[in-house]
């Protein structure tokens, strides 16, 4: 969110200025985007659907997580496919919708925070029974370096990132078995009847 504050604030300044200072405040926000925005925005990404994946929440089994879910996705192809081309000031660039971007994905992003803490909303009606149990901590220690491999290996392709966030999750489909819910204090009691009438029976 800072960054792409960060971004605004940059652009806002370009656009308000003239000769080198406008060049220099683009060259910038461009040193910002393609150096570090585009690399921890698909790292944050990627945490956020390991997060996801690696505990019982899911990516769908929730209202909040499948409304951050897209909001995330939907941040990524704008930044990267429609916002980060406009930084440039050759004629097809447009800085004017690269700030009016880079606000949204802040405002977006505070939206993402508001959903973490209030959760609202129920289960999805397609959320099957049981919830997955919490991956290891040594598993989650070792997924976290998958973006830094992505850095190294491939630059500012999240290939690795990519590939571990789909088949992970249908790894543990596949591989674990949910474990069902305790039940609640009345279902407790009405087997605890049950059971005792079975047995005076």
Known sequence: MSQALALFALTTYGLGSSGASRTSAFDMANVLDTAVLQFMATTSAYTGFMLSALTSWGYFRHWWVLFKFVITLSQLYLGIFLLSPNLDLGENGNPALMRAGSLLMASALAV?????????????????????????????????????????????????????????PVWRRWKVTPRQSAPSGGARRLKDVNDLTHHQN
């Open 112 to 168: 993402q925070a508001w959903l973490s803490v209030a959760k609202p909303g129920k289960r999805t009606p397609w959320t099957p029974p049981g919830k997955f149990p919490t991956a290891p901590g040594w598993l989650t220690a070792v997924l976290t370096t998958v973006p830094l491999i992505d850095y190294v290996v491939f630059g500012h392709i999240p290939a690795l990132s990519l590939l571990v966030v789909i088949a992970y």
